[in-house]
């Protein structure tokens, strides 16, 4: 890194510390720890989670420290944010997945860089998706977002529409559908929390029937990760644990 690149706003001291390695490095320990934990307690091998950490509103030369402290893939809500900061950091391996819900017309920018992307829930968005790649010769790793809170404010398919939306997705040959993923309700409940990762995995279990590349569950944040596992997440979307508390509300990202 360059002395520009390591250069820190008094924002960012306040919000990451004069060391941001050292603080994504003690921060990431600490996230590890928990999921193998809570894996220990499912009986699952630690392999069989991958963690994600989602970069929102962490800065371009902020990520610089993440990655030198060995965070080499980022997940952003927002295709704007995550297009400036791969515009930025360029010159590192980075492995960008979008994890928040995209308009159509969008599509063009999030095929140029994302590996994946895990909020897919319509079938227009899979047909202008699929028509990019098959212009640009590309494919895309995809999880389908599913409403497993019953709230009209989250996007997702409502589980019912599940199994007709996958028979569909067959027909749309660049995606490489992996899994499914959903946003759990916002609660200290964890009992209706799990709820939501139960229905979830019960839902996975019947599309898998229906496409086997659909073993995946992508589910469970920094609130609520480790009851996700516990219930099968194979994807665990971890932010504030590792970088800190946002400086904007989580409705700027995800629905209120």
């Known amino acids: 890194m360059t002395d520009h690149d390591t250069m820190l706003a008094p924002e960012d001291v306040e919000r990451f510390g004069a060391d941001p390695r050292a603080t994504f490095r003690a921060n990431l320990a600490s996230v ?4 193998a ?9 630690r392999s069989s989670v991958r963690l994600l950490p989602i970069t929102k509103t962490v800065p371009a030369n902020v ?49 140029r860089f994302a590996r994946e992307f895990h909020a897919l829930d319509s079938l227009r968005l899979a047909d202008r998706l699929n028509k990019r790649l098959e212009r640009e010769d590309g494919f895309l790793d995809v999880y389908v977002q599913v409403n497993t809170s019953g709230e009209e404010s989250k996007y997702g398919l ?25 946003l ?15 229905l979830l995995r019960e839902l996975r279990d019947k599309a898998v029937e ?3 590349g659909l073993t995946e ?40």
């Open 63 to 111: 990520l610089r420290f993440a990655h030198a402290a060995g965070i080499s893939a980022f997940g952003e809500n927002k295709i704007q944010e995550a297009m400036t900061k791969r515009e930025s950091l360029g010159d590192l391996d980075i492995d960008w997945s979008i994890v928040g819900h995209l308009q159509t017309n969008k599509v063009k920018y999030l095929t």
């Open 217 to 256: 569950l992508s589910m469970g944040m920094t609130g609520d990760f480790e009851v996700a596992i516990e219930e099968g997440a194979t994807v665990v979307r971890v932010g504030q644990a590792i970088f800190g508390k946002r400086p904007t509300p989580d409705n700027y990202y995800w629905p209120a």
């Open 158 to 182: 409502h589980p019912d529409a599940l199994l007709p939306f996958v028979d569909t997705l067959a027909q749309f040959q660049r995606l490489r559908p992996r899994g499914l993923m959903t």
């Open 37 to 45: 934990r809570a894996c220990a307690r499912a009986g699952r091998a």
């Open 184 to 198: 759990a309700l916002f609660s200290l409940d964890m009992t209706e929390v799990r709820r939501c990762f139960v």
């Open 210 to 212: 229906h496409n086997a």
């Open 32 to 35: 590890e720890d928990r999921i």
